[in-house]
């Protein structure tokens, strides 16, 4: 049992991670203009639904990377954080049938 008082040793070479909303916004928004000019019907599913779960799984991802960084981001990863959920929250609602397109 390790009882000193010192704090563990971080390697300095150890690459930080960064929040990358970028990838997040891409598939929140393929969604949203998939939903909003395609239609929720016939062989557009195909397409928006992994859209859909691409874009929740990256969101759910990056909100980890930034919880870990304790949310210290610049402003244009505040922004594409805000887009990427509106982009989420509109194409999910138009997608299973709560907004009209």
């Known amino acids: 049992m390790d009882t000193t008082a010192e704090p563990p040793r971080t390697d300095e070479n150890e690459k930080t991670e960064k929040t990358g909303w970028g990838l997040a916004v891409l598939f929140s928004g393929g969604l949203l203009a998939c939903v909003r ?45 805000l887009g990427t959920h509106v982009g989420l929250l509109l194409g999910g609602g138009i997608a299973v049938g709560l907004l009209d397109p």
């Open 37 to 81: 000019h395609g239609g929720t019907s016939g062989w557009w599913i195909p397409l928006w639904a992994p859209l859909l779960i691409l874009a929740a799984l990256v969101t759910a991802y990056e909100w980890s990377v930034s919880a870990r960084i304790r949310f210290r981001m610049g402003p244009w990863e505040w922004f594409a954080l």
